[in-house]
Every structure is written in C-alpha cells, then in structure tokens.
C-alpha cells in the first residue's frame, strides 16, 4: 500500500510524519503521473486557491476526479475539504467531488482558530472524543444524502464520510491521535492494486 | 480560548498551513488579488514595498488601517501585516484588526532599539526576522510562531538571505554535536534561553517553522532558498518592482513547489521579463543594511 499525499503547498509534512510514525509507505505527488502511482491520497491543509492554481498548471485536476471517481481512498483535511466540496462560499472553482457546502473562513480570521473536543460518533451509536485543531476552519454548511456524519463540534458537522472520502475541517495530523489516519490506511489497503 | 499551549499550538498551526508558498508582500487590494491569483500563501500588506523605503528613505510605519481593511476585504487568503521592532501598541492594533500574522519587522524603522514586543501575550501570530540560531531563539523565546531569516530586504541580491539560512543551519548543526554539558555555555555564547537551546540540540531544527526573505528576485533565488533548508519564502519588491507582476509571481510561487526539478525551473523561468535592478548589498553600508536592525 502506498499512501500518496498531494505536496504543492501546505502542511503535508507534517500528515508524512504521522504515515511514517505508522509505519505506512508514502510518496509526495506534485504531478500527474505520481498520483497513477498511489493506492490512497491526502489532500493536506494549507491555502486552497494556492493549491487549485497548481494543480491546474499541472493537470491533476482533471486526473484527480478521474481516480477518486474510480475508488481511490482520500483523506481530506481542512484546505482538501475545500478542493473537494461541491459548492463554496464565496465561490471558488472546485473539484465537486463531496457533496457538501462549504463556507471558507466562516469561524473568522486567525484570532478565532482554537483547540476544541470533536464529538465523534460511530455506526453503532456510541461516542467518543478526539481533539481537533482548527485552523481558519472551514464550515460544513449542508451535507447531501450520502455523506455520513461522524464527527461534529457544536452542531457543526467536521467529519464526514462520502464512499472512499474522509473529510475533517479541521487538523488531525497536528495531534498525537492517529485514528483517522489509520482509517485511511485501512481503506487503502483495501483499495490496493 | 483554551490555555497557553494550545494558543501557542494553533499560532504554529497556521505556520504549518503556509508551508511551501510564497507569502507576497502587497500594498494595494489591486496587488493582492494579483497575488492570490498568482497562487500566493498569503499576503503582506505595508505601505511601501522595501525597495521603495530604502529610496525615498523617512520614517516607517505600520500600513494606515484603510489599507489592510481593504486588503482583508478582497482576498481569502491570509493576511499579514508589518510592525515596527518593539512597537506593542502597532501590534494591539492590528489584533484588534484581526491580521492573521504580525510580522515585527527590520524593514520598518525599529520604535525601541533594545526590546521586541513579548509575543507570548497575543492571540495573533507573530514572526520575527533572525540572523542566526541565537536571534531565532531570543524571538521565538518571546512568543514568535514563525521565524524567517532577515536576507537584505529591498537589494533584490539574495547573498544575505543565504547568509542568514546557512548560519541558522549550521548554528542547529553545531547545537546537535554537543553533549548536555556543554549547551549552558553555548546558550550563554549564542546568548539564547537555555531551555530552547536544548530543545533545538535535541531535535535537530527549530521548534517552530523557518521562512526564507529578503532578496528574492527569481525562481532560482526561490529554489535556492528551499535548497538550504527554508520551507517556505516571502517575497518583498521582487514582484511588483518587476516588469510583470502576475508572471512572476506565478513563476515563484511554482518554483517553491517544484524547486526540487531543475527542468521545471527552466521551463518556469524561460520567457520572464525582467526582474527587479536590484542593489548588491556589499556595497551597502552597515547604515543602508536593514538587517543590522534588532538583535
């Protein structure tokens, strides 16, 4: 299993920290021809129209939509969010993968980014906590039927889950706590060619 | 808010966020859209760009407040702002204005020659310009969530930004080779708190991310600065002091992705127009050389 992790711009150091603290094989993928290369993907946080502009340029937009569209296991966090939602606001062009809205920056500028407990929710109904680092967050303003709903500060969803994507508004590569990650890396073992 | 650590946490987080871009220094909302559709991580809003100041020479200052609030308005990236070296009340402000990083800078004319803001007492990230490993840690000691070497701000000569990249390199080098007796004594030499020296010995980098400024002109200077370690680079005149603006701005930005590929920095480079003149900054005296400014 090899874990791609989009590195144009952004944090993506630190989500290669944590694949390499699990043991989990990882290349950075700047170009199209490195994404054919990966059996899971994480878009990292950081600037979206920053990484829209370069993805463009390279032509992995269009690439990209192809291989998640065929299956390919993605985690998303915070700017990824917003590369995949189906509608932003103020608008921005996207990869309209996720069927969510997303509003940018709707908890305010930097002063208002915090540490905050994640209620996570399972299949089963039992809850669990995990603490969420939340950046210039994005907000989850509407989920189409078939995202799935795990992890919701306030009343806000924050993660979510649409077939092989897993979303997070917010920054689980910045914790000690690599359960999301690992939930990736299940699925991209199973994904694997 | 939740306690102290967890502030200092979501300050480096937002560091993290802006790694591998290019944060460019603006002056009108004009220039900053032009940056966000270049591709920039953020934008630096100021009054004049370095080149300038260094010309027509006066007192400078924070940018007016229309200024900034105009450039918040019209871009969705983040935006930061310059104070002078030590000036508490510039930084209360542009809090209160919600920047989303204060930059206390050598650029702007220093309002206490012997003391920087403490950091530690604000919401708003800070980063702060450093020589070497022992002005890193005296900054980050007081509260700074970014570092960036100083470079020569405004000369368009990259040969001091080089300086400063290589002297914290070798200054983080040099701590990891020496054993727990001796970093009281190192830490007394580099004149740095003891506490973050040894942090530095221990994990072989700094404890908060390292930005590249101060002379940048071309996507060369840009993969340079990412070769020696920088991870990511601001950009002062060397964008709008140059022929076109929005060209180079794209160049640079791509060449903090792909500074790793020679052939990409050719293509990126081939058919730019020109850069900004630029002055050497050897032939700057110790007066002309913003970056003697703060210790």
């Given at each position: 299993?090899?874990?791609?992790?989009?590195?144009?711009?952004?944090?993506?150091?630190?989500?290669?920290?944590?694949?390499?603290?699990?043991?989990?094989?990882?290349?950075?993928?700047?170009?199209?021809?490195?994404?054919?290369?990966?059996?899971?993907?994480?878009?990292?946080?950081?600037?979206?129209?920053?990484?829209?502009?370069?993805?463009?340029?390279?032509?992995?937009?269009?690439?990209?939509?192809?291989?998640?569209?065929?299956?390919?296991?993605?985690?998303?966090?915070?700017?990824?969010?917003?590369?995949?939602?189906?509608?932003?606001?103020?608008?921005?062009?996207?990869?309209?993968?996720?069927?969510?809205?997303?509003?940018?920056?709707?908890?305010?500028?930097?002063?208002?980014?915090?540490?905050?407990?994640?209620?996570?929710?399972?299949?089963?109904?039992?809850?669990?906590?995990?603490?969420?680092?939340?950046?210039?967050?994005?907000?989850?303003?509407?989920?189409?039927?078939?995202?799935?709903?795990?992890?919701?500060?306030?009343?806000?969803?924050?993660?979510?889950?649409?077939?092989?994507?897993?979303?997070?508004?917010?920054?689980?590569?910045?914790?000690?706590?690599?359960?999301?990650?690992?939930?990736?890396?299940?699925e991209g073992a199973g994904h694997g060619r | 808010m939740g306690n102290g650590e967890d502030r200092f946490r979501v300050k480096v987080g937002l560091a993290e966020m802006l790694k591998g871009g290019v944060i460019l220094d603006v002056t009108t909302a004009e220039q900053a859209k032009i940056a966000e559709d270049a591709g920039a991580a953020a934008v630096m809003a100021l009054e004049r760009v370095p080149a300038d100041i260094r010309v027509q020479g006066g007192v400078a200052r924070m940018a007016a407040i229309e200024k900034i609030v105009e450039i918040q308005e019209c871009v969705s990236i983040p935006v930061m702002a310059k104070i002078r070296i030590g000036h508490i009340v510039e930084a209360q402000m542009l809090q209160a204005l919600e920047v989303d990083f204060i930059d206390e800078s050598e650029v702007l004319t220093p309002a206490d020659e012997e003391n920087h803001v403490y950091k530690h007492d604000f919401t708003v990230p800070f980063v702060c310009g450093c020589r070497n490993i022992g002005e890193a840690l005296r900054r980050i000691g007081e509260g700074a969530a970014m570092i960036r070497t100083k470079g020569e701000a405004g000369s368009g000569d990259i040969v001091e930004a080089v300086r400063h990249l290589r002297a914290v390199n070798r200054g983080i080098k040099t701590l990891t080779i020496l054993d727990d007796h001796e970093l009281m004594a190192e830490a007394k030499q580099l004149e740095a708190p003891f506490d973050l020296v040894r942090w530095v010995a221990q994990n072989d980098r700094l404890p908060v991310p390292n930005f590249a400024a101060g002379g940048i002109a071309t996507p060369a200077d840009a993969g340079l600065c990412m070769t020696l370690g920088a991870e990511a680079v601001f950009v002062g005149s060397g964008v709008f002091k140059s022929e076109d603006p929005p060209q180079r701005a794209r160049a640079i930005v791509e060449a903090v992705t792909h500074w790793q590929d020679p052939a990409r920095l050719v293509e990126i480079s081939r058919g730019l127009r020109e850069p900004m003149s630029g002055l050497e900054a050897s032939k700057l005296t110790s007066e002309e050389m913003l970056s003697r400014r703060g210790w």
């Open positions: 299993m090899l874990c791609g992790v989009l590195a144009l711009q952004g944090d993506w150091a630190a989500h290669a920290a944590v694949l390499r603290s699990l043991e989990v094989e990882f290349a950075y993928v700047r170009t199209a021809r490195e994404l054919d290369e990966v059996d899971a993907l994480i878009l990292p946080g950081g600037e979206s129209t920053a990484m829209l502009r370069l993805m463009e340029e390279e032509g992995l937009a269009a690439r990209l939509a192809d291989r998640v569209r065929g299956g390919l296991p993605v985690l998303a966090t915070c700017a990824g969010v917003i590369l995949l939602a189906g509608n932003i606001h103020p608008p921005q062009p996207s990869l309209g993968l996720l069927d969510i809205d997303v509003e940018r920056n709707a908890y305010g500028r930097q002063v208002h980014s915090r540490v905050a407990a994640v209620e996570l929710v399972d299949e089963l109904g039992a809850t669990d906590e995990i603490e969420g680092v939340f950046i210039r967050a994005p907000k989850i303003t509407r989920t189409g039927a078939d995202v799935i709903v795990f992890g919701r500060l306030d009343a806000d969803p924050v993660l979510i889950r649409q077939g092989g994507i897993i979303a997070a508004t917010f920054h689980p590569e910045l914790t000690d706590d690599h359960r999301i990650h690992r939930l990736l890396v299940g | -």
